[in-house]
């Protein structure tokens, strides 16, 4: 199974802030890399597919990056609405697997 | 607009059975591939089971396989996750989701229902 490994696993940031979240492949998975958005008892949104493509409506403050083993999500002024938890998710090979998540806190 | 509503979610003793629906709506259901992933309380998000838009491919979690069932009713466009002997280690909130391309491949969500909670406890 590929393992996702996220860093790290809990930040604290102020509103503007630029904000950025390492995910890490056990094995390369080519750009087959999914970032989603979680907010306290809410479903997923999905952010970013292909690790850099925002989903429809995703502000564009949201960016993704990277290929092979390493991504990294970006938020370039993070704004009120973006406090939640961050999970990355490979989908190169079965089974699906997501990172351990990066919850994003008000400083 | 798209929507995905899970139903069927319920408290279940140890080695129970529970069948989990997702009514789904704004699409034309029968093209994409649909998939559960779960959420135990407090922890991160598990894949549990996909089924392929052409219906004939589905693949499971290794901590389901054999005792979770997942199905479609292209009739109804409704996605089912039929769960048996089911353990503590599986109380968690259930959430259908939904392929972004039409067709089989790398399946990648774009939508998420909102999720019904599994409690396996006696």
């Known amino acids: 199974d590929i393992q996702m490994t996220q860093s790290p696993s809990s930040l604290s940031a102020s509103i503007g802030d630029r904000v950025t979240i390492t995910c890490r492949a056990s094995?390369?998975?080519?750009?087959?890399l999914a970032w989603f958005q979680q907010k306290p008892g809410k479903a997923p949104k999905s952010l970013i597919y292909?690790?850099?493509n925002l989903h429809n409506g995703v502000p564009s403050r949201f960016s993704g990056s990277g290929s092979g083993a390493d991504f990294t999500l970006t938020i370039s002024s993070l704004q009120p609405e973006d406090f939640a938890t961050y999970f990355c998710?490979?989908?190169?090979?079965?089974?699906?697997?997501f990172g351990g998540g990066t919850r994003v806190e008000i400083k | 607009e798209v929507q995905l509503l899970e139903s069927g979610g319920d408290l279940v003793q140890p080695g129970g059975s529970l069948r989990l629906a997702c009514a789904t709506s704004?699409?034309?259901?029968?093209?994409?591939?649909m998939a559960w992933v779960r959420q135990a309380p407090g922890k991160g998000l598990e894949w549990v089971s996909t089924?392929?838009?052409?219906?004939?491919?589905?693949r499971y979690a290794d901590s389901v396989r054999g005792r979770f069932t997942i199905s479609t009713d292209n009739s109804r466009n409704t996605v089912y996750l039929q769960m048996n002997s089911l353990r503590a280690e599986d109380t968690a909130v259930y959430f259908c989701?939904?392929?972004?391309?039409?067709?089989?491949?790398?399946?990648?969500?774009?939508?998420w229902g909102q999720g019904t909670l599994v409690t396996v406890s006696s």
């Open positions: 989701a939904k392929d972004r391309i039409e067709g089989d491949g790398y399946f990648d969500v774009e939508y």
């Open positions: 292909s690790a850099s």
């Open positions: 089924i392929g838009a052409s219906r004939g491919a589905t």
């Open positions: 704004g699409f034309t259901f029968s093209g994409y591939a």
């Open positions: 094995q390369g998975i080519t750009n087959y």
């Open positions: 998710q490979q989908y190169k090979t079965y089974p699906l697997t």
